[in-house]
C-alpha cells in the first residue's frame, strides 16, 4: 500500500511503482491531495511558495483557478494512467476525509468487483 501526494521534483515515486510491480508485487495507491490543494480557494493576489526548491511567485487567484485546476487534473491524470498501465490499483483521498472511512470504502468497492 502506497500513500502519498506524489509531490516530487522527478519521477522517483512513479518510479518506486515501476519496481513493485516488476517484482510482481500486489500494490494499492492512495493518492492523497487536501481541499486546498483540489479547490484552491483562495480570493485576491497571494504567494505560493514551492516546498521542493522554496521559490516563491504571486498568483491573482481568480485568474489562475482555471489554469490551476487544469494542471492538477493533468497532474492526477498522469498518476492514474501510470497505475492503470503498471495494472495497479488507485483511488484518490482527501485529506479532509477520515482514512478509516475511506479505506472502508475501498474495500467495499473492492469486494464488490
Do not use: N, W
Not at 69 to 96: G, H
Amino acid at each position: 500500500m502506497v500513500i502519498s501526494d506524489f509531490f516530487t521534483s522527478d519521477d522517483t515515486s512513479l518510479e518506486l511503482l515501476t519496481q513493485l510491480h516488476a517484482q510482481r508485487q500486489e500494490v494499492i495507491v492512495f493518492h492523497t491531495l487536501a481541499p486546498e490543494e483540489l479547490d484552491l480557494p483562495y480570493e485576491g493576489e497571494f504567494i505560493m511558495e514551492d516546498r521542493e526548491t522554496a521559490e516563491e511567485v504571486v498568483v491573482h487567484a481568480d485568474e489562475f483557478r482555471d489554469e490551476y485546476r487544469r494542471r492538477l487534473a493533468a497532474f492526477c491524470d498522469r498518476v492514474r494512467q501510470s497505475c492503470i498501465k503498471l495494472e495497479i490499483e488507485y483511488q484518490q483521498l482527501r485529506t479532509d476525509q477520515p482514512l478509516d472511512v475511506a479505506l472502508i470504502a475501498y474495500l467495499e468497492k473492492r469486494m464488490a468487483l
